[in-house]
């Protein structure tokens, strides 16, 4: 690879280039050539390869120099070597594709394909062309074909030439560098981290196709769901430029997979352009994640080489980097979602003793940490008045947060199965609600299944609004083998007679559960097809809603570190389906989930479909 960018020109007619006599595509004499200085990135659709033919010479050539000729005469000051440099690269109609912009040429690419790297002598994009995105459209298609292929991408870059920031970008790394070069590369992919996770026969489609199909469901609710289904990746830009006081999330949302030396800040949930906050990990379980890159002063979000929309992330909350009394990081006791707190009271659970845990979770999974704690005490617990002070800094920011969720692992230890736990909650609600002049305050408590005794302390001396407990798996047989934690303690009726109880004391629709949609799939015993998986859900919902009971649902992620790992996911039409039977259910029963809907919680995309109803 040798250079990229160079100074505007006019066009390449006025820089020489002759038209061919028999040109398969137009030239750029007849293409728009002055776009603004923040032009929009192209669709990858518009951008096209061709081969190429002698009669490309002329034009690859004279693009050459005119975007290398800067740089080429930076690293060397002899005319004779700046003549042998272009000597040396001539355009090669073997090995070179010409670029198109809606089928005018605007660049061109040449490759070295061997047994285990595909190396990038050129890529060349015409200076009128630069800075839209594609040179990272055709490179990307470079490492999706790479990568499909299990082959590394190499390149080498003169070290003047600003264009290895964008290869820096699309995640090459520098692994080699002489006085005048840096050799560059993105190592071939792991055998695990190919394909797309889906459960295959299940005739999948992706966001458009099915927002077409079933356009009662938008399509942003939809690209939602497939981010949190996929994962998120971002490109070293992206990552940089939410390292800022803007973005900043500390590293409470932690991004796997960055192949990063040194720890770096995490931004908080993706928006979409509707508002649509999106709780994604970063190739949490080795699939196929989008991409978020940052093009200009925009992040842009990729499916593979291919466009989908300008995205955003979450504010950082105005409290993160600040410090309690006695000198907490306030963002280590309450993470921020779009407008809610979430706080651990303390960060495990003793289901992971044992091997009880549930099979798709990889929370709270330092079972030592547990261990160290079994003389009573609670492992890992927040400290009550870093709890108040913490929530008094964040209402100070105006109109930022309306509610506070609590959760952690389950501790069924004390004279009542689940004692400990609810006076843990009991204790960092009170701490929470003396920053309230009001009794009660909006929040949501995700517990375990506690008897009506819990329930009711729970209620009396506590500002607590809304309660969940949740089921995870409908089906009796599954949620034996999925949550044997669950199963034992106290066992699947306990955990629904808790929330029927519950409905008394809170009151209809205040009391919630939640599903972790696709797991019933899981092999070996789960669920042959997606029809069963999604009939028993339908029968989960119909049943807790008949009760004034919001059932959720969440996309499985197959996590790393989760008993679930590697297994494949449902198709994308699965959750599509899912989200409109739910809803379709609580309207019937006149329920809105109002403590988990797109601007609180950021997970469930049924949710998000209250909105539209709700604003009508
Ligand atoms: S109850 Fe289940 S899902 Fe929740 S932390 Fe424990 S093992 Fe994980």
Request: aromatic residues 10%; charged residues 25%; glycine residues 8%.
């Amino acid at each position: 690879m040798r250079v990229q960018r160079g100074r505007a020109v006019n066009s390449v007619r006025a820089a020489g280039v002759p038209r061919h006599a028999e040109k398969p595509t137009a030239t750029l004499a007849g293409a728009p050539l002055a776009p603004t200085a923040r032009a929009a990135p192209v669709a990858a659709e518009v951008v096209t390869l061709r081969d190429s033919a002698v009669w490309d010479a002329p034009f690859a050539n004279v693009l050459m120099r005119r975007v290398m000729d800067h740089y080429v005469r930076q690293t060397w000051t002899s005319p004779e070597d700046v003549e042998t440099y272009f000597r040396k690269n001539q355009f090669d109609p073997a090995t070179t594709r010409i670029i198109c912009w809606r089928d005018v040429a605007v660049g061109w690419l040449s490759l070295r394909w061997s047994a285990d790297e595909v190396f990038v002598d050129h890529v060349h994009i015409h200076p009128a062309f630069q800075g839209r995105g594609i040179g990272s459209v055709v490179l990307r298609r470079v490492l999706a074909e790479a990568r499909a292929r299990g082959l590394a991408t190499r390149l080498q870059v003169l070290r003047v030439n600003p264009a290895a920031r964008l290869y820096m970008r699309l995640g090459f790394r520098v692994h080699a560098e002489t006085v005048t070069h840096f050799s560059m590369e993105v190592p071939a992919p792991a055998a695990s981290a190919t394909g797309n996770g889906c459960r295959p026969g299940t005739g999948d489609a992706g966001p458009r196709e099915l927002a077409a199909q079933y356009p009662d469901v938008p399509l942003f609710v939809i690209l939602k769901m497939d981010v949190q289904r996929r994962g998120l990746r971002m490109t070293t830009a992206a990552l940089d430029a939410v390292q800022g006081p803007e973005y900043n999330y500390g590293r409470s949302y932690v991004l796997y997979g960055q192949g990063e030396a040194a720890p770096r800040y995490a931004p908080g949930p993706l928006l979409l352009r509707d508002g649509t906050s999106v709780l994604a990990l970063a190739d949490a379980g080795g699939r196929n994640p989008y991409t978020v890159d940052r093009i200009d002063d925009r992040f842009v979000l990729f499916d593979g080489d291919a466009y989908v929309d300008d995205v955003d992330f979450t504010s950082r909350p105005a409290y993160y980097g600040k410090r309690t009394r006695r000198g907490v990081p306030m963002e280590s006791i309450a993470s921020a979602r779009p407008q809610r707190l979430d706080i651990n009271p303390y960060r495990f659970c003793h289901f992971w003793e044992g091997g009880n845990q549930c099979k798709y979770c990889a929370y709270f999974t330092d079972v030592k940490a547990q261990e160290r704690c079994a003389d009573g005490r609670v492992a890992r617990e927040v400290d009550l008045e870093d709890v108040y002070d913490t929530v008094r800094e964040a209402l100070q920011e105006p109109g930022r947060f309306s509610q506070v969720m609590l959760t952690s692992g389950a501790d069924y230890r004390g004279e009542r199965t689940f004692d400990f736990e609810v006076d843990r909650h009991i204790a960092t609600l009170q701490a929470i609600g003396r920053n309230f002049r009001t009794r009660r305050f909006a929040s949501q408590l995700i517990g375990c299944a506690y008897d009506q005794t819990q329930l009711r302390r729970l209620h009396a001396e506590t500002g607590l609004t809304a309660y969940c407990p949740d089921i995870e798996v409908w089906d009796a047989r599954l949620f034996e083998w999925i949550c044997p934690g669950k199963a034992k303690w106290p066992g699947r009726d306990g955990w629904i007679r808790s929330a029927l109880d519950a409905v008394d004391i809170f009151g209809p629709g205040n009391v919630y559960t939640n599903a972790v949609a696709g797991v019933e799939l899981a092999r070996p015993h789960g669920f042959a097809t997606e029809d069963e998986a999604l009939a028993s859900h339908v029968e989960g919902c119909e049943f807790f809603a008949r009760h004034g009971i919001v059932y959720l649902s969440l996309v499985w992620i197959p996590w790393r570190g989760s008993q679930f790992a590697n297994q494949a996911q449902p198709s994308l039409r699965f959750y599509v389906r899912l989200i409109r039977e739910l809803r379709a259910i609580r309207k019937a029963h006149g329920l809105l989930a109002r403590n988990d809907d797109y601007r609180h919680c950021g997970n469930h995309g049924d949710s998000d479909l209250e909105r539209l109803e709700v604003a009508a």
